[in-house]
């Protein structure tokens, strides 16, 4: 075939191959724990530690004293001499390694709440006082605390398979979670004078050991939140009369705690029904200014949880639905002051079921009987079956909504963000109370996978549902920015959290679903990862490689690129040619050169020559057969030419010059260094458009530059590189051939004549102000 | 600061009730252009509930973010302190030109006289008074091909 030109190279060899290098060494190697599969192995064991819990509240003094027997199960095949204990609380203790190494900006462009929490922080008495450890026969068992972790040292070690018991008693203050950032603490209504206590890492709790790592060894600084054994809990709960506690687990003496009308109502709230109250707003309110002289112990038992977390407030409103998940009934509950409403009634439990029922979906059945959603000072955190969510309204109980109607001048903010929360608390449940990752040294395995999930199920929740995180262009601001580390660092070193740890994840995700494997592929491999994984305790290794196992798709670039790097998208469309094929038909080629020529600008001189007098028009005989010589007309010396030509090729030679086709080459640039599918759309001259997946292969030779050619039949007018902004491409100035203007978002703005949804329901109030 | 001010500071404090951090992202983006007119116009993105107990904690009374003169006033006061371009210019002042209130994207324009003659750094602390934390991106669109700063408590200043 002769082409009129040569087409460019293809692709050299550089960058490419780097690029889709396969993970290797940066993966543990396959055991017989852990396969290379990314399943767990014939020899998978873990650790397992039942609890049996008794605590008291102290309503006066903010303060909790408790006791806990520890059943502990060695599954793993080795002796263990020591046991490791985490106290968690340690990381409010005066001196705490949380607090010596916490930086801060300039000290003059603090808030007052950053002054005053940061005076809370010296004068607050935090940490574990540890009253006692002893052993099944009661003897003292000796010990030593380092920081947040407490050694438990054993007369003899603790034999393979082998079960120990032992006891513990403690105490703490409660910290007051609205001066000081926490997952747990308290807080104060001057209004009422009442206290909201949420209660979460809270007692000695049996460090995990693993076949990874051994002990989990890492201190407790307050990013890496836990990762802890699977057991089933006891929990005996003392609090004053009046108290409503919610807590991990099932409730065991609801006709003890509950008075005769709320019984009732908690006993019908067990059935699949709508939602309804077991203490309503009205009761609640009337309840605040009780102060019942007695207390109550609230019994719950929660069976194959790593942690247990509670509330507990005489404020607490309590709605509760029961639902079907799986041919298991689980009941839905929210706990929540008057100071929630009306947002709390009307979102929180729905909250709950919506998610549960799409995670379920994506992954397992909810394996728990109850899933909780508690309002109080922490802003969103999650335990198992329980979660602490923050959002409330103002104080006149309006929200905001942007999409509020006309005529609605009410500010209403926290809708969604209520929403939002729940999801992700609730969620939770399953990344990583159930498939039990480490969060102490990666973040991102239960907060990026459970932001992945969270924006599918606000997508499921109403069409354009405000999701702060599920397109991949709302990541492009972090992914372009120059101070950044790998998603696979350690949770503690995390640079910008939430980018790094719940957004990148969750977006790489998303960008695998839609763009690499597509929908079924990767749902496939994602739930094969959660089945594989629940009540287990999964590396990266393990999801890398199921995903890969499940699916046939070889991701190792995807993980490199995503994970292991810092690498962003942006990729351009460089150079557009066109290349067609030469006849050689003096017919067709001479009327096409010609068709060029009349085509081409004349330049400015000759176009201001154009009515100038020459010497040859003023004197006809300096003219020869070069003057009146049409380059362009078709000489037989031209058919004679093409004859020739025709003789020597063979039938299928000569059917192809007779092919009328356009070849495209185009080059892409990898700007961005992060390699990527091309998704592409293409318009034709008629105005048919044609879109385009190209994989990320494309770039397994060199991730930098390549050319891909495009035959078609039809003329090409535009080719754009992502116009559905799939692949989180940092600049779209460069995305079109040809280029497309687009202006910033200042100028956008500036130059915008429509109004902002707030203007356009608001006008008779900001239309004097705002032009 | 002194001391009789950071008590005021304080009893001031103590009578507002906080909100408290409800999610992780402690960051926001903004992207900036000279403009022919001497202005460096801002286009900057907030999550608007930091943004809000910022501006709360700044007047000293609950403030709601609405588009209205006395949050505008607030927010001049507010970005005149935390979004600097230095040497500055104290006789200028940072000129806000419109808001789009969104849970999702929250942005705010606005305008600071200035020219790129005098190598300009840039002051961004903005919600760094609420979070230990915050990052601050910035994006230079005269640097198409530059990549986006980035403004922490480390790094509050870095050339524009």
Same mark, same amino acid.
């Given at each position: 075939?002769?082409?009129?030109?040569?087409?460019?190279?293809?692709?050299?060899?550089?960058?490419?191959?780097?690029?889709?290098?396969?993970?290797?060494?940066? &993966?543990?190697?396959?055991?017989?724990?852990?396969?290379?599969?990314?399943?767990?192995?014939?020899?998978?064991?873990?650790?397992?530690?039942?609890?049996?819990?008794?605590?008291?509240?102290?309503?006066?003094?903010?303060?909790?004293?408790?006791?806990?027997?520890?059943?502990?199960?060695?599954?793993?095949?080795?002796?263990?001499?020591? &046991?490791?204990?985490? &106290?968690?609380?340690?990381?409010?203790?005066?001196?705490?390694?949380?607090?010596?190494?916490?930086?801060?900006? %300039?000290?003059?462009?603090?808030?007052?709440?950053?002054?005053?929490?940061?005076?809370?922080?010296?004068?607050?008495?935090?940490?574990?006082?540890?009253?006692?450890?002893?052993?099944?026969?009661?003897?003292?068992?000796?010990?030593?605390?380092?920081?947040?972790?407490?050694?438990?040292?054993?007369?003899?070690?603790?034999?393979?398979?082998?079960?120990?018991?032992?006891?513990?008693?403690? %105490?703490?203050?409660?910290?007051?979670?609205?001066?000081?950032?926490?997952?747990?603490?308290?807080?104060?209504?001057?209004?009422?004078?009442?206290?909201?206590?949420?209660?979460?890492?809270?007692?000695?709790?049996?460090?995990?050991?693993?076949?990874?790592?051994?002990?989990?060894?890492?201190?407790?600084?307050?990013?890496?939140?836990?990762?802890?054994?699977?057991?089933?809990?006891?929990?005996?709960?003392?609090?004053?009369?009046?108290?409503?506690?919610?807590?991990?687990?099932?409730?065991?003496?609801?006709?003890?705690?509950?008075?005769?009308?709320? &019984?009732?109502?908690?006993?019908?709230?067990?059935?699949?029904?709508?939602?309804?109250?077991?203490?309503?707003?009205?009761?609640?309110?009337?309840?605040?200014?009780?102060?019942?002289?007695?207390?109550?112990?609230?019994?719950?038992?929660?069976?194959?949880?790593?942690?247990?977390?509670?509330?507990?407030?005489?404020?607490?409103?309590?709605?509760?639905?029961?639902?079907?998940?799986?041919?298991?009934?689980?009941?839905?509950?929210?706990?929540?002051?008057?100071?929630?409403?009306?947002?709390?009634?009307?979102?929180?439990?729905?909250?709950?079921?919506?998610?549960?029922?799409?995670?379920?979906?994506?992954?397992?059945?909810?394996?728990?009987?109850?899933?909780?959603?508690?309002?109080?000072?922490?802003?969103?955190?999650?335990?198992?079956?329980?979660?602490?969510?923050?959002?409330?309204?103002?104080?006149?109980?309006?929200?905001?909504?942007?999409?509020?109607?006309?005529?609605?001048?009410?500010?209403?903010?926290?809708?969604?963000?209520?929403? %939002?929360?729940?999801?992700?608390?609730?969620?939770?449940?399953?990344?990583?109370?159930?498939?039990?990752?480490?969060?102490?040294?990666?973040?991102?395995?239960?907060?990026?996978?459970?932001?992945?999930? +969270?924006?599918?199920?606000?997508?499921?929740?109403?069409?354009?549902?405000?999701?702060?995180?599920?397109?991949?262009?709302?990541?492009?601001?972090?992914?372009?920015?120059?101070?950044?580390?790998?998603?696979?660092?350690?949770?503690?070193?995390?640079?910008?959290?939430?980018?790094?740890?719940?957004?990148?994840?969750?977006?790489?995700?998303?960008?695998? @679903?839609?763009?690499?494997?597509?929908?079924?592929?990767?749902?496939?491999?994602?739930?094969?990862?959660?089945?594989?994984?629940?009540?287990?305790?999964?590396?990266?290794?393990?999801?890398?490689?199921?995903?890969?196992?499940? %699916?046939?798709?070889?991701?190792?670039?995807?993980?490199?690129?995503?994970?292991?790097?810092?690498?962003?998208?942006?990729?351009?469309?460089?150079?557009?040619?066109?290349?067609?094929?030469?006849?050689?038909?003096?017919?067709?080629?001479?009327?096409? +050169?010609?068709?060029?020529?009349?085509?081409?600008?004349?330049?400015?001189?000759?176009?201001?020559?154009?009515?100038?007098?020459?010497?040859?028009?003023?004197?006809?005989?300096?003219?020869?057969?070069?003057?009146?010589?049409?380059?362009?007309?078709?000489?037989?010396?031209?058919?004679?030419?093409?004859? !020739?030509?025709?003789?020597?090729?063979?039938?299928?030679?000569?059917?192809?010059?007779?092919?009328?086709?356009?070849?495209?080459?185009?080059?892409?640039?990898?700007?961005?260094?992060?390699?990527?599918?091309?998704?592409?759309?293409?318009?034709?001259?008629?105005?048919?458009?044609?879109?385009?997946?190209?994989?990320?292969?494309?770039? @397994?030779?060199?991730?930098?530059?390549?050319?891909?050619?495009?035959?078609?039949?039809?003329?090409?007018?535009?080719?754009?590189?992502?116009?559905?902004?799939?692949?989180?491409?940092?600049?779209?100035?460069?995305?079109?051939?040809?280029?497309?203007?687009?202006? !910033?978002?200042?100028?956008?703005?500036?130059?915008?004549? +429509?109004?902002?949804?707030?203007?356009?329901?608001?006008?008779?109030?900001?239309?004097?102000?705002?032009? | 600061?002194?001391?009789?001010?950071?008590?005021?500071?304080?009893?001031?404090?103590?009578?507002?009730?906080?909100?408290?951090?409800?999610?992780?992202?402690?960051?926001?983006?903004?992207?900036?252009?000279?403009?022919?007119?001497?202005?460096?116009?801002?286009?900057?993105?907030?999550?608007?509930?930091?943004?809000?107990?910022?501006?709360?904690?700044?007047?000293?009374?609950?403030?709601?973010?609405?588009?209205?003169?006395?949050?505008?006033?607030?927010?001049? /006061?507010?970005?005149?302190?935390?979004?600097?371009?230095?040497?500055?210019?104290?006789?200028? /002042?940072?000129?806000?030109?419109?808001?789009?209130?969104?849970?999702?994207?929250?942005?705010?324009?606005?305008?600071?006289?200035?020219?790129?003659?005098?190598?300009?750094?840039?002051?961004?602390?903005?919600?760094?008074?609420?979070?230990?934390? /915050?990052?601050?991106?910035?994006?230079?669109?005269?640097?198409?091909?530059?990549?986006?700063?980035?403004?922490?408590?480390?790094?509050?200043?870095?050339?524009?």
């Amino acid at each position: 075939m002769v082409l009129a030109g040569f087409l460019p190279s293809m692709a050299q060899a550089e960058g490419g191959a780097a690029a889709f290098a396969q993970l290797g060494h940066l &993966l543990d190697t396959p055991t017989e724990t852990r396969l290379a599969s990314g399943a767990p192995g014939p020899g998978y064991w873990q650790q397992r530690a039942d609890y049996a819990i008794t605590v008291r509240l102290d309503d006066d003094k903010q303060r909790i004293e408790g006791s806990e027997t520890i059943t502990y199960h060695n599954k793993s095949p080795h002796a263990l001499s020591y &046991l490791w204990l985490q &106290l968690d609380q340690n990381r409010y203790a005066l001196g705490s390694d949380a607090y010596l190494t916490q930086t801060t900006s %300039s000290f003059e462009e603090l808030t007052y709440r950053r002054v005053a929490s940061m005076l809370e922080q010296e004068r607050f008495d935090g940490g574990t006082r540890i009253a006692f450890v002893r052993g099944e026969d009661g003897a003292d068992l000796p010990y030593v605390i380092n920081k947040t972790m407490l050694r438990i040292d054993l007369p003899t070690a603790l034999a393979a398979g082998d079960s120990m018991k032992f006891s513990v008693g403690w %105490s703490h203050n409660i910290i007051d979670a609205t001066l000081i950032s926490a997952r747990g603490g308290y807080e104060y209504f001057d209004a009422d004078d009442n206290y909201l206590y949420e209660i979460a890492q809270w007692y000695p709790r049996v460090a995990a050991y693993t076949d990874y790592q051994g002990w989990q060894h890492k201190q407790f600084l307050g990013s890496g939140e836990f990762t802890l054994e699977l057991g089933d809990f006891d929990l005996a709960i003392t609090v004053p009369a009046d108290h409503i506690v919610a807590a991990t687990g099932e409730l065991q003496n609801a006709d003890e705690v509950l008075s005769a009308e709320q &019984l009732q109502r908690f006993n019908a709230a067990k059935e699949p029904g709508d939602q309804r109250f077991i203490v309503t707003p009205e009761e609640a309110k009337a309840n605040e200014s009780g102060r019942a002289k007695g207390e109550k112990t609230w019994r719950f038992r929660a069976e194959n949880v790593r942690d247990v977390a509670f509330a507990s407030s005489r404020k607490f409103i309590w709605d509760a639905q029961t639902v079907k998940n799986g041919g298991r009934n689980v009941m839905a509950m929210s706990f929540y002051p008057n100071e929630g409403e009306p947002l709390w009634s009307q979102y929180s439990t729905p909250a709950i079921v919506h998610t549960m029922e799409v995670y379920s979906r994506y992954t397992f059945d909810y394996p728990y009987p109850v899933s909780i959603s508690v309002n109080g000072p922490v802003g969103g955190m999650e335990y198992p079956m329980i979660t602490f969510n923050g959002p409330r309204p103002y104080e006149d109980g309006t929200y905001w909504d942007t999409r509020q109607k006309p005529g609605d001048t009410s500010g209403r903010r926290n809708k969604y963000g209520l929403i %939002s929360v729940i999801i992700h608390e609730v969620g939770h449940n399953y990344f990583p109370m159930i498939v039990n990752s480490d969060e102490r040294q990666w973040t991102w395995m239960d907060e990026g996978i459970n932001s992945f999930l +969270q924006t599918l199920a606000e997508h499921e929740w109403e069409e354009d549902y405000p999701s702060r995180r599920g397109e991949p262009e709302q990541l492009i601001p972090y992914m372009i920015s120059d101070r950044q580390v790998p998603i696979m660092t350690n949770s503690e070193s995390v640079y910008q959290l939430g980018n790094n740890a719940y957004g990148k994840p969750a977006i790489a995700l998303s960008i695998l @679903r839609e763009s690499v494997m597509g929908r079924d592929l990767f749902d496939h491999a994602f739930r094969e990862y959660a089945q594989r994984w629940k009540f287990k305790r999964p590396t990266p290794g393990d999801f890398f490689r199921t995903m890969e196992d499940a %699916s046939a798709v070889d991701l190792d670039w995807f993980w490199r690129g995503w994970f292991y790097g810092t690498g962003h998208v942006d990729v351009a469309i460089d150079n557009v040619q066109l290349y067609q094929i030469d006849t050689r038909n003096p017919d067709i080629e001479k009327a096409w +050169q010609k068709d060029q020529e009349e085509a081409r600008e004349p330049s400015v001189t000759e176009s201001r020559n154009a009515d100038m007098q020459r010497l040859v028009d003023r004197n006809p005989a300096l003219e020869d057969f070069y003057n009146s010589y049409d380059e362009f007309a078709v000489t037989p010396w031209d058919y004679a030419q093409y004859e !020739s030509l025709k003789e020597g090729l063979t039938e299928r030679e000569l059917a192809l010059l007779e092919e009328d086709h356009f070849f495209y080459a185009v080059t892409f640039l990898n700007k961005g260094g992060l390699v990527t599918p091309l998704p592409l759309r293409i318009t034709y001259a008629d105005n048919s458009v044609e879109e385009l997946m190209i994989p990320a292969e494309i770039w @397994r030779r060199d991730a930098d530059k390549v050319t891909k050619v495009f035959i078609r039949d039809r003329e090409i007018t535009q080719i754009s590189f992502d116009p559905q902004r799939r692949t989180a491409d940092a600049n779209e100035a460069d995305n079109d051939w040809p280029r497309q203007i687009r202006p !910033s978002r200042f100028q956008l703005f500036k130059e915008s004549e +429509q109004p902002n949804p707030m203007r356009r329901y608001d006008e008779e109030a900001w239309k004097q102000i705002i032009k | 600061m002194g001391r009789g001010a950071l008590l005021r500071a304080l009893l001031a404090f103590l009578l507002i009730p906080q909100a408290l951090w409800a999610h992780p992202f402690h960051g926001s983006y903004a992207e900036l252009e000279w403009s022919q007119g001497g202005t460096l116009d801002v286009a900057i993105k907030v999550i608007p509930e930091d943004l809000e107990r910022a501006l709360t904690s700044l007047a000293g009374t609950k403030t709601v973010l609405r588009d209205t003169p006395p949050v505008r006033a607030l927010l001049v /006061q507010y970005l005149d302190k935390h979004f600097r371009v230095l040497p500055e210019n104290p006789s200028t /002042q940072t000129q806000i030109v419109g808001m789009e209130l969104d849970h999702r994207d929250t942005w705010i324009y606005f305008s600071i006289p200035a020219t790129p003659n005098s190598a300009p750094r840039l002051r961004n602390t903005v919600l760094m008074d609420l979070e230990a934390t /915050q990052t601050n991106r910035v994006k230079r669109l005269w640097l198409p091909e530059a990549p986006v700063l980035v403004f922490s408590a480390a790094e509050p200043e870095r050339d524009l």
